[in-house]
């Protein structure tokens, strides 16, 4: 059920701004310190939790997949509140601190693409699709005789 699901965010919800306040309390930050995100991430751990021990019925996942992926949204809609001028007004470090963190994530893709690599061997469908798909053969994909 989609009720539950919201049941759930909002329980995710209110222990991650929980945390975030706290956080922000104890780096000496006069703000919310990354609770949507804390709250996306027990959102996420408490669905595997609850598949894993077989308490999360099939439309009750349903439920909070949908409010999953609704997290983009909901992180765009906070970062459109930011002051975004104050931030760099304050000083070159914004903009290092924002340059170093992409180069980390495309570092991190890259490292995790070559950890978890698939062989390089391809099957014939696959090849024989790609062929297809590029105009390069003139073999029909399926029989031409038909059955009846």
Partial sequence: MTILGVALL?????????????????????ANVGGVGLAMMLLIAARV??????????????GVEFWATMYIPIVVAM??????????????IV????????????AATALLGRIGG?????????????????GDTDEAPYPTTVRR
Avoid: Y
Avoid at 118 to 134: D, F, L, N, T, Y
């Fill in 118 to 134: 698939r062989s390089a061997k391809i099957s014939a469908e696959v090849e024989h699709g790609g062929a297809v798909i590029s």
């Fill in 49 to 62: 939790w609850m598949v894993r021990r077989g308490r999360l019925s099939h439309a009750t996942q349903l």
């Fill in 10 to 30: 909002a329980l995710c919800t209110l222990v991650g701004v929980f945390l975030g306040d706290l956080l922000g309390i104890l780096l000496n930050v006069k």
């Fill in 95 to 106: 903009i290092i601190a924002a340059v170093g963190t992409v180069l980390l994530c495309f």
């Fill in 79 to 92: 970062a459109a509140q930011q002051n975004v001028v104050a931030a760099v007004s304050g000083g070159p």
